[in-house]
């Protein structure tokens, strides 16, 4: 009986190398998860790096190197500041324009006329090679009734035409035959056929090439910024 109880000792002995967690005290048992956390970690970055280096992945050894190498963007036409070019329509009592006398408005009595003339601030420091002008106004309120005075700053004006109908004036001037310059590429006279008030202005688009502009010397580039119209009131006697 004393070898048969000694043998069952053996077999049910526990394994003393076995981790009996509910012998552990917390704080080991939370340095166990930590460092089957930490081990999970690194497996799954092990992964990542060899899928990673995967074949179809890498860039192949006979590929040339400046392939792959980043180009600077292309320089575009889209000016870094904005354009400080001014064009603005004043408006004169008669043909003889003086320079300090700007008006933006006026009245007149219908069958009177008024002079508007058509000027041009390319900004500081600018030179200038040209420049076309847009003019809309009401057919119903006013018209051209005389021919457009380009005796100023340019030495050529390809073109000058009026559209009575749609109420529109085209005008390009090129080629700069002054100095100084007075700033006047046109003058556009007027008479008032309706009452009521209406406005002349000047047909612009920033960055657009085929309404009004000012072409800078050397480049060609359009650097009108802002435009002026101005208005005019009308009245039946």
Not at 64 to 77: C, F, G, I, N, R
Not at 134 to 154: G, M, N, S, W
Not at 204 to 210: A, Q
Request: proline fraction near 7%; charge should be neutral.
């Amino acid at each position: 009986m004393e070898m048969i109880f000694q043998k069952s000792w053996v077999r049910y002995q526990p394994n003393p190398t076995m981790i009996s967690m509910n012998k552990l005290q917390p704080e080991e048992v939370k340095k166990f998860f930590i460092v089957v956390l930490l081990a999970v970690v690194l497996f799954c970055a092990v992964v990542m790096i060899r899928l990673l280096r995967a074949p179809e992945n890498a860039i192949p050894k006979d590929q040339d190197s400046k392939a792959v190498q980043l180009e600077p963007p292309a320089p575009t036409d889209i000016p870094l500041a904005i354009p400080a070019g001014k064009m603005m329509i004043s408006l004169h009592d008669s043909t003889q324009i003086l320079l300090n006398d700007i008006k933006t408005s006026a009245q007149l009595n219908v069958g009177e006329t008024i002079v508007t003339a058509i000027r041009i601030n390319p900004g500081r420091g600018e030179s200038i090679s040209g420049a076309d002008a847009i003019v809309r106004f009401d057919p119903a309120k006013l018209t051209v009734v005389e021919p457009i005075k380009t005796d100023f700053d340019f030495a050529n004006y390809p073109r000058k035409s009026v559209d009575a109908k749609s109420g529109t004036v085209k005008i390009t001037g090129y080629g700069i035959d002054c100095d100084p310059c007075s700033g006047l590429l046109a003058a556009i006279t007027f008479k008032a056929i309706a009452q009521g008030q209406t406005s002349i202005d000047l047909d612009y688009l920033p960055g657009s090439t085929n309404l009004s502009t000012i072409a800078q010397k050397g480049t060609g580039r359009n650097i009108l910024g802002r435009v002026e119209g101005a208005t005019v009131t009308i009245s039946n006697f």
